[in-house]
T-cell receptor, first 114, second 110 residues
Framework: DTGVSQDPRHKITKRGQNVTFRCDPI?????LYWYRQTLGQGPEFLTY????????KSRLLSDRFSAERPKGSFSTLEIQRTEQGDSAMYLC????????????FGPGTRLLVL | SQQGEEDPQALSIQEGENATMNCSYK?????LQWYRQNSGRGLVHLIL?????REKHSGRLRVTLDTSKKSSSLLITASRAADTASYFC??????????FGQGTRLTINP
């Protein structure tokens, strides 16, 4: 399967702990996106990369959040000092370098902060 | 913030009937995409319609786009139990990111 993959699929952590999620995009895709989805809502944009450059960050992405895509392939999203409000599904998507292109989503990482 | 709005928020129909969902948005767009999400899973891309297109078909799916009214509709014909899911429209405003609505929760009753 050459779709977008995410790891882990589920994460339970205690408030104050740090967590890191990984996304592996479709191999030939230049763009990689992170979204967050809370229960009953649609996904909300967090940030995106074009190759290794992080080109846009949402105001939702507080300074406790950091995302990287060091070699222009996989990406990591780290949340420091987690809070209960961080509990959500974190979705990764990738696409070709074209604003008209479809974004393909991974299965998501469901985070629960206790 | 979410720009799109789907209508209805929830829809329950009998298997074999057609299901229609509507989406409205507020700003000009490059394209509009529809996604399906089964409970607790990732999003599956269904169809993309560009701003210069008015209608598009894919299998049992028919999407229309009215840019003058800033609205789109998704029609699923001959519904099946497997169509039970949440459906989201997402607009691409030329800024790379997708802006999603809150979704329509579709239930197909056998």
């Amino acid at each position: 399967d050459t779709g977008v993959s995410q790891d882990p699929r589920h994460k339970i952590t205690k408030r104050g702990q740090n967590v890191t999620f990984r996304c592996d995009p479709i191999s030939e895709h230049n763009r990689l996106y992170w979204y967050r989805q809370t229960l009953g809502q649609g996904p909300e944009f967090l940030t995106y990369f074009q190759n290794e450059a992080q080109l846009e960050k949402s105001r939702l992405l507080s300074d406790r959040f950091s995302a990287e895509r060091p070699k222009g392939s996989f990406s990591t999203l780290e949340i420091q000092r987690t809070e209960q409000g961080d509990s959500a599904m974190y979705l990764c998507a990738s696409s070709f370098l074209d604003s008209q292109e479809t974004q393909y989503f991974g299965p998501g990482t469901r985070l629960l902060v206790l | 913030s979410q720009q799109g709005e789907e209508d209805p928020q929830a829809l329950s129909i009998q298997e074999g009937e057609n299901a229609t969902m509507n989406c409205s948005y507020k700003t000009s767009i490059n394209n509009l995409q529809w996604y399906r999400q089964n409970s607790g899973r990732g999003l599956v891309h269904l169809i993309l319609i560009r701003s210069n297109e008015r209608e598009k078909h894919s299998g049992r799916l028919r999407v229309t786009l009215d840019t003058s009214k800033k609205s789109s509709s998704l029609l699923i014909t001959a519904s099946r139990a497997a169509d039970t899911a949440s459906y989201f429209c997402a607009t691409n405003q030329g800024a790379q990111k997708l802006v999603f609505g809150q979704g329509t929760r579709l239930t197909i009753n056998p």
